[in-house]
């Protein structure tokens, strides 16, 4: 018989896998409709009777309230963001934005770091933990190796512009899934609209799949220079490993660098 776990092994354990909240002891069915007025009366009270309430009156199908469709939570997305016309609006309608069920368990919206109109927009998969803390994309582990990246082009924040595909962060830092992203995908789209940069550079396969639509890997993507039609504009978007990758797999760094090189180049070019 194997002995029990000490507590602190399984906190280290929960730790590791990404489980950073307490939700509840018990799961939630939040589908399931709540019981009716007596009863929740009588569960509150026990002992005593429930009082003689008649039962509430149940609302036509049509009138009650259900969650969003994905499709029309798409169509609602695109909608909206085409109505920004700043990206001061965008941002204000973004964070009014209930179509996204990610936005129930994130802290707050990230929508992006940097200076509008930066000639560099670069795009990552969603936030982390620290990014839903402060409400700024690329601040932990992974932004500290991103600074030092553009320094060593002569960049920094100051000098460029930088979001998420995905703007609130998944649970437990787990990927997004297609229909998440497929929802804020209209976001980022008119966000690159409306900061109108000369480059994009993508950090990452997710970035790099679904802005470009690609399917590769981000090995084969990387270095890649890709054409990204956004509205009117066709934008040259390469493709590179994202920090929390590189510090993962240190030994990369090295493509990493020839991708920021390129970068370099072509802004001189330009």
Known sequence: MTEPQ?????????????VDMIVGDEPVNRMQPPPPLPERQAEAQPGRAAPDVPAPVQAPVSLRVAPTAPDDAIMQARLQARSAASLEELATIMAAFDGCALKATASR???ADGIPQARVMIIGEAPGREEDETGRPFVGRAG???DKMLKAIGLDRS????????PWRPPGNRTPT??????????IHRQIELAAPDLLLTMGAPATQNLTGRKDGILRLRGQWFEVDVAARTIPTLATL?????????GQKALAWRDLRALKARLAAE
């Open 109 to 111: 919206l990230v929508f």
């Open 6 to 18: 000490s507590p602190r092994r399984i906190l280290e354990f929960l730790a590791a896998a990404g």
């Open 144 to 146: 500290q190796l991103l």
């Open 159 to 166: 000098s460029v512009y930088i979001a998420n595909v995905v």
């Open 242 to 250: 994202h920090p929390a990758y590189l510090l993962r797999q240190p």
């Open 178 to 187: 297609p229909q998440e992203v497929a929802i804020c995908l209209p976001f």
